[in-house]
């Protein structure tokens, strides 16, 4: 770092359709998992602060649930937290991946972001899967709907042009000293991130039509020297779907079980026994008791 270089601080928030590659961004950009990832939409629930620290910036990243049309209370809750942060940041990467056209959903966020007085980059993610002429082409298509403040392509599960991006953030933050450790990776509590794991895996694992109507309650969290015990509750909103979320002889469960035991353990450093059961909870994501329940609030 050069001595002349000013410390700057500030809010980056990450708005998009469902899908595009935002949490996968924000987990490269800090290199640990804190928001989940899968190729299915609407995987972010609620906006997940993490905080990017390096010796002349820090970051503080809101990954937001991916703009959609709402089907129930839950996705209300979703596309609510999703707008209402772009009033918050100091400078807002709208993340889109190439293709032959601008949809209504990007236009809706377009017809947002033009009303903000903050710095909008435009960030092109997934540019290893299209060829160069084909990129330029939808930039330019992009370059016409609004006056970006810029245009950053990269890839962001190869974590190609990353290191640019950051740099050309430094300019746009304001001066101010760090609000967070420099150790800090994420605000949300362990508890929570543990949930979303367990959810994560469920959202790799299973069927389209499960996934979305599961939530993750930690019943317990026990540390000890060398282990620790946790207990989760996986709530489903149909006796159908219970069967297929233990699966035959318990071996869905099994699975989720094993493979978000290997994050868990490496996100808290220490040996896990996960232990977790299913219950049914009837359209949990229509009434807001569960969703208050469960982590999802107006005004967080």
């Known amino acids: 770092m050069d001595s002349n270089d000013k410390k700057r601080t500030g809010f980056v928030s990450i708005i998009g359709r469902p899908n595009v590659g935002k949490s996968t961004l924000m987990n490269a950009i800090v290199g ?26 820090q970051i503080v990243f809101v990954d937001t649930p991916g703009i959609h049309k709402s089907a129930n209370k839950l996705g209300d809750y979703m596309v609510k937290a999703a707008k209402s942060t772009v009033n918050d940041a100091d400078v807002i990467y709208f993340m889109v991946e190439p293709g032959d056209y601008i949809g209504q959903g990007e236009k809706e966020i377009i017809r947002i972001l033009k009303t903000v007085d903050v710095p909008v980059f435009l960030i092109v993610n997934k ?14 298509t992009y370059a016409n709907e609004m006056e970006w403040t810029e245009v950053i392509p990269l890839s962001a599960l190869k974590k190609d042009n990353i290191d640019e991006l950051l740099k050309t953030t430094y300019k746009y933050l304001p001066e101010g000293i760090y609000m967070y450790d420099p150790d800090t990776l994420t605000d949300q509590p362990e508890r929570q991130i543990v949930a979303e794991l367990i959810r994560e895996k469920m959202l790799r694992l299973m069927k389209d039509e499960v996934p979305h109507g599961v939530a993750v309650a930690i019943d317990s969290m026990k540390f000890s ?3 620790v015990n946790i207990d989760a509750t996986i709530y489903c909103e149909r ?3 219970k069967g297929i979320i233990i699966g035959k002889g318990g071996q869905m469960l099994k699975a989720v079980g094993s493979k978000a035991r290997v994050d868990i353990e490496k996100m808290l450093d220490k040996k896990v026994n996960l232990k977790l059961w299913v219950k049914v909870k009837d359209n949990w994501r229509d009434s807001d008791y569960s969703l208050k329940n469960f982590g999802f609030q107006d005004g967080e």
């Open 127 to 140: 540019i290893d899967k299209v060829e160069r002429a084909k990129l330029m082409e939808f930039i330019a």
């Open 225 to 227: 020297k060398n282990i």
């Open 32 to 57: 640990e998992k804190i928001a989940i990832t899968s190729d299915k939409p609407q995987t972010t629930r609620n906006r997940i602060r993490s905080v990017y620290t390096d010796d002349r910036m």
């Open 239 to 241: 006796e159908s779907h």
